[in-house]
């Protein structure tokens, strides 16, 4: 009986000291349905500093440009994700798998102190099911729903109150055709799921070219079409938000576009202060009305009256507050962290009076490399950021620059001269 004992002794240190230290392996996983039921006893640890892990959900450049902030946060970083990618290679641990794996996900949320995500076209119904009572998950599934399908996210900012444009929900193209029809030509025709690289949206300026879109974005049965906008600029606000409802805001950006992609961003925006402080404020309101935590950008119209307009927003890291990381105290990547953890929030304010980030986007199809990124650094106070990705195609955001300064204008110019000089 006791040569028993000794080997099950030797059997379980075994298993608890080598086998899922060092290759993951957990027989408790593999053996009940839930993969995190047995190993919900761990306490959290978010005041832990250097130990604590943030659990990402992708691993493209947002992932990438958290997991950098992260690391002079002393955090570690992992990534989930359901394909490799090259942007978080050697930033931390990275698991590939499906969003419903359970067998992966299960150890991975498990590991993880916070669990965050990139983009909220993500299915987060088995995380949700598998996160382990010493997580929390940032934004919360109940956000994510509100925002990743853009008919209900458009719903539910009308419901609260805040103003929108006109749009109508059609299920069939015939009712779109009658809705352009109602609301004139132009009009813009939006997939109910993850358009925030702007594939997910089209510009329709006659039935023929609407009949084409239609079949492209219909999507659960239903495809968002808006009326155009008499706008004088986009805007975009950058909101910072704890769980306990402390916020802050950056400065106003002005967002510009080509081919219903943003391409430009300029702070401060050129509108007047009195619209800076509504925006400001309507954009706080409309990120606690979704219940908010993390960093969540809203993206609105200023009309010549004054009057703004939220067009759609979303809750995380936003490509039109990438200006943060070079122009700001304290940037959105940093901000988000501290905020999912209930930490102090950093400053939002202004280095220097103005800055202006250029999207850089692919050409062409391929292997992607770096050319002209050495170019674009002999422009003078050009800041440049390379995501990593290991292949481009046509419109794929591969980098951006950052300049700032002291003048707009000139600033502008060497954001754009930059940029331009970059063939990825």
């Known amino acids: 009986m006791a040569v028993a004992f000794y080997f099950i002794e030797r059997l379980l240190l075994f298993y608890l000291f080598y086998l899922y230290p060092v290759f993951g392996v957990n027989l408790l996983m593999d053996a009940f349905a839930s993969p995190?039921?047995?190993?919900?006893?761990?306490?959290?640890?978010?005041?832990?500093?250097?130990?604590?892990?943030?659990?990402?959900?992708?691993?493209?450049?947002?992932?990438?440009?958290?997991?950098?902030?992260?690391?002079?946060?002393?955090?570690?970083?992992?990534?989930?994700?359901?394909?490799?990618?090259?942007?978080?290679?050697?930033?931390?641990?990275?698991?590939?798998?499906?969003?419903?794996?359970?067998?992966?996900?299960?150890?991975?949320?498990?590991?993880?102190?916070?669990?965050?995500?990139?983009?909220?076209?993500?299915?987060?119904?088995?995380?949700?099911?598998?996160?382990?009572?010493?997580?929390?998950?940032?934004?919360?599934?109940?956000?994510?729903?509100?925002?990743?399908?853009?008919?209900?996210?458009?719903?539910?900012?009308?419901?609260?109150?805040?103003?929108?444009?006109?749009?109508?929900?059609?299920?069939?193209?015939?009712?779109?055709?009658?809705?352009?029809?109602?609301?004139?030509?132009?009009?813009?025709?939006?997939?109910?799921?993850d358009g925030d690289a702007g594939y997910g949206t089209?510009?329709?300026?006659?039935?023929?070219?609407?009949?084409?879109?239609?079949?492209?974005?219909?999507?659960?049965?239903?495809?968002?079409?808006?009326?155009?906008?008499?706008?004088?600029?986009?805007?975009?606000?950058?909101?910072?938000?704890?769980?306990?409802?402390?916020?802050?805001?950056?400065?106003?950006?002005?967002?510009?576009?080509?081919?219903?992609?943003?391409?430009?961003?300029?702070?401060?925006?050129?509108?007047?202060?009195?619209?800076?402080?509504?925006?400001?404020?309507?954009a706080r309101e409309v990120a606690a009305a979704f219940g908010c935590v993390g960093v969540v950008a809203v993206e609105m119209f200023e009309l010549a009256s004054g009057e703004l307009l939220v067009n759609e927003l979303s809750s995380r890291p936003h490509n039109t507050g990438h200006f943060t990381i070079d122009a700001c105290v304290t940037s959105q990547f940093e901000n988000h962290l501290r905020a999912i953890l209930g930490w102090s929030l950093g400053e939002t304010s202004l280095l220097r009076p103005a800055g202006v980030t250029v999207n850089v986007f692919g050409t062409r199809e391929g292997r992607a490399d770096k050319r002209g990124a050495e170019e674009a650094l002999h422009v003078s106070g050009a800041v440049v950021h390379m995501y990593g990705h290991e292949s481009v195609r046509p419109g794929k955001r591969m980098g951006h620059v950052t300049v700032v300064g002291d003048d707009l204008d000139d600033v502008r110019w060497r954001a754009r001269e930059a940029a331009g000089r970059i063939r990825p």
Request: charged share 25%; with cysteine.
């Open 202 to 282: 089209t510009w329709a300026h006659d039935d023929s070219q609407l009949r084409a879109a239609y079949g492209r974005l219909a999507q659960r049965g239903t495809v968002l079409l808006e009326a155009a906008v008499p706008f004088v600029r986009e805007l975009s606000v950058v909101v910072v938000r704890r769980a306990d409802g402390v916020d802050d805001v950056y400065p106003v950006a002005h967002t510009r576009r080509t081919d219903v992609r943003c391409d430009v961003v300029e702070i401060p925006a050129p509108c007047t202060s009195a619209v800076a402080v509504r925006a400001q404020t309507l």
């Open 36 to 193: 995190c039921r047995g190993l919900r006893r761990r306490a959290p640890r978010l005041g832990a500093g250097p130990s604590l892990k943030v659990g990402i959900l992708g691993a493209g450049q947002l992932g990438r440009m958290l997991a950098l902030a992260g690391a002079r946060l002393g955090l570690r970083a992992q990534f989930f994700s359901p394909s490799e990618s090259g942007a978080c290679a050697g930033l931390g641990h990275r698991v590939v798998g499906a969003w419903n794996d359970r067998r992966l996900l299960g150890p991975f949320l498990f590991d993880s102190d916070v669990v965050t995500l990139e983009n909220e076209s993500l299915d987060l119904a088995t995380v949700v099911e598998l996160l382990p009572e010493h997580a929390r998950l940032w934004p919360s599934k109940r956000t994510v729903d509100w925002i990743s399908d853009k008919l209900v996210q458009k719903r539910h900012v009308l419901s609260a109150g805040f103003p929108v444009g006109a749009f109508r929900a059609c299920r069939t193209v015939e009712q779109a055709l009658q809705a352009a029809k109602d609301l004139s030509f132009p009009v813009v025709l939006k997939g109910r799921g």
